[in-house]
């Protein structure tokens, strides 16, 4: 069972982690009003958020399954909403590069609405969190966080 | 025959002196990659800390400029002492596990403008904190982390 959970959790969560992990692709910035310098550093932002969730991700997978102890349950599900409601921000600058897919930018409404609901759903997330609501948000792991369905369609697989 | 005998111990204290020697100067030697890969990490996680504090703080409607600049100097302190975490012998090598590429020391030339860009982003930074501009911090933060990319495209491996 708790393997089981571990697995819901994370499964599509490490992979949006690897999202940002040795990302090597150029910042071949398609808006032309921005330099390469700073589609890097967007790409590099983009990078970061995904490693970060990819960490909470895990950790959260693990207090879910009892491997460690609640204590950072707040901690890790506010950490988690943060991070998701930075994503959509990170990802508006029309600027391929890492392993975002093209159709991050050219099918931007639904990637758009998709980065909406992480948000909203991680925040109810971390409500539960801060209450102290394990089984609450234990519940929710699978819905909050359908990371890998999004790496599915809008990430390009590993080098 | 008792000269023999008289003589075998003192033989084999003299071997056991040559192996405590040896154990004693090649056992620094051994554990030295794997040191120098722990404080590397260990300095690039400070540092990575130190940059999301930073992307963290700008995301926020009224960012704590005492924060900012906290991690700000920490990032440059970090990009001044970075050209220590790689001594020569700690890179990928049979025992040692990590992502550093061994470019880093085959072309040290080509790494060190890499750290020497970094620094400079660095400092760029830490003057666009103090300046209290968030443009100029987005800014400063992009091309700071346009550097880190720049570098891990090249110089770090994908593991």
Known sequence: MKSRIVLAACTGLVALGTLSIGLTGTADAADTAISKEEADGIIFERQNLMLQLEKDAELLGEIAAGIKPADQLAEVTRSIAESAAASKAAFEPRVPGGRSKPEVWSNWADYSQRLDAFERDTRQLAELGAKGDLAGVTGMLGSALPCKECHDVYREPKK | ?159
Not at chain 2, 5 to 13: A, V
Not at chain 2, 42 to 62: C, E, I, Q, T, W
Not at chain 2, 147 to 153: A, F, I, L, P
């Open chain 2, 1 to 159: 025959m008792k000269k023999r005998m008289m003589s075998l111990p003192s033989f084999s204290r003299f071997h056991i002196l040559a192996a405590l020697t040896l154990a004693g100067v090649a056992a620094p030697l051994l554990a030295a990659p794997a040191d120098a890969v722990r404080a590397r990490i260990a300095g690039y996680k400070h540092l990575g800390a130190a940059f999301k504090a930073v992307n963290d703080g700008l995301r926020r409607p009224s960012p704590d400029k005492a924060e900012l600049l906290g991690a700000a100097r920490t990032i440059r302190q970090s990009a001044a002492q970075q050209y220590k975490w790689f001594p020569r012998g700690s890179g990928p090598q049979a025992g040692v596990k990590t992502a550093a590429k061994a470019a880093i020391w085959t072309d040290p030339v080509k790494f060190k403008q890499a750290q020497d860009a970094f620094a400079a982003k660095a400092v760029a930074l830490e003057r666009a904190v103090a300046s209290g501009d968030a443009g100029a911090i987005r800014s400063a933060s992009r091309s700071l982390g346009a550097t880190c990319k720049g570098c891990h495209d090249q110089f770090r491996s994908e593991s």
